[in-house]
């Protein structure tokens, strides 16, 4: 494949990704039940997407790293389609419209959780069975990585939840005054 044919179909595929994630093309309304089998899809979707993003980065840092800037830089621009592809699915799992500050940060410390204390204990019991260390030592890394995700999350959302009632406390206050001074003019 030549440069100017490698150019014209990543505009092309641009064109896509951008009606694709468009606001006016995702549907308003259209959240399927969270246990239904639409949900599953799209989070599997979600997942294999993510997936591709990443593993087209680490294959753009290879080929780099092999001397060939033209592959890498044509994974790197597959890996942004990529991450078009798995927002697009999220909008629809997690529409933007329905998402406050808190829910997003209670909806993080909760899957960085799950990995700390479910998936990668998990994994790397079966890797211990299997005798594969090299996992077991990259679970056990990533599970306290996740662990401290978590707790950073969970802080952010207290101190969230703090500044919004000193905000309440403070509009509260200048509603008082802005009234005291309409009713002064009265």
Do not use: C
């Not at 009606?19 to 979600?46: E, H, R, V, Y």
């Not at 009632?165 to 200048?174: N, S």
């Amino acid at each position: 494949m030549s440069n100017y044919q490698i150019s014209s179909a990543l505009s092309e595929s641009q064109a896509t990704i951008a009606d694709l994630t468009s606001s006016d093309t995702i549907q308003k309304g259209t959240t399927p039940p969270a246990d239904s089998q639409t949900a599953a899809n799209l989070m599997a979707a979600f997942g294999g997407e993510s997936m591709a993003n990443r593993k087209y980065l680490y294959f753009a840092k290879i080929a780099r790293r092999l001397g060939n800037e033209e592959v890498a830089k044509l994974f790197e621009e597959t890996a942004n389609h990529e991450t078009a592809h798995a927002f697009a699915h999220l909008e629809l799992i997690y529409p933007s419209s329905e998402q406050t500050v808190e829910s997003v940060l209670a909806l993080a410390a909760a899957g960085e959780m799950y990995e700390s204390v479910t998936m990668y204990p998990d994994f790397e019991r079966i890797a211990l069975e299997e005798g594969n260390q090299a996992a077991v030592s990259e679970f056990q890394e990533q599970a306290r990585e996740s662990l401290e995700h978590a707790g950073i999350f969970e802080k952010a959302a207290k101190r969230f939840g703090a500044l919004k009632k000193v905000e309440a406390y403070h509009a509260a206050r200048y509603q008082a005054a802005l009234d005291k001074l309409k009713t002064a003019k009265i």
